[in-house]
C-alpha cells in the first residue's frame, strides 16, 4: 500500500465557490534508480487516455485494495494531499 497515493483536487470558480471535489491515484515508480509518481489512468477506447477519477475518498481506497493490488491491469500511461496510503 505504501506505493499509492490518493489525490483531492477540487476546482474553484471566481467567486471563490467550491465545485465538487474528486479524487485520483498516484503510483509510485522508479526509473534509473530515481523514484517518481505516475497518474493511474483509463483508456477510454479510442486515442486518449483519461485521469481516474473517484467521487469519494473511500472508492479510490477500495479501487487500491480491490484492483491495483491484485494486479489486475489498468491503462497506465496533481494539487493537494489527501491521504497516504
Do not use: Q
Not at 30 to 35: A, M, V
Amino acid at each position: 500500500m505504501n506505493n499509492y497515493r490518493i489525490f483531492r483536487s477540487v476546482y474553484v470558480n471566481e467567486y471563490g465557490k467550491e465545485g465538487t471535489p474528486y479524487f485520483w491515484i498516484k503510483k509510485r515508480k522508479t526509473f534509473l534508480g530515481i523514484p517518481y509518481w505516475e497518474s493511474i489512468r483509463h483508456y477510454d477506447g479510442g486515442e486518449y487516455t483519461y485521469l481516474t477519477t473517484f467521487d469519494n475518498y473511500d472508492d479510490a481506497l477500495n479501487f487500491i485494495k480491490n484492483v491495483l493490488e491484485k494486479g489486475i491491469k489498468t491503462d497506465d500511461t496533481n494539487t493537494k494531499l489527501a491521504g497516504i496510503i
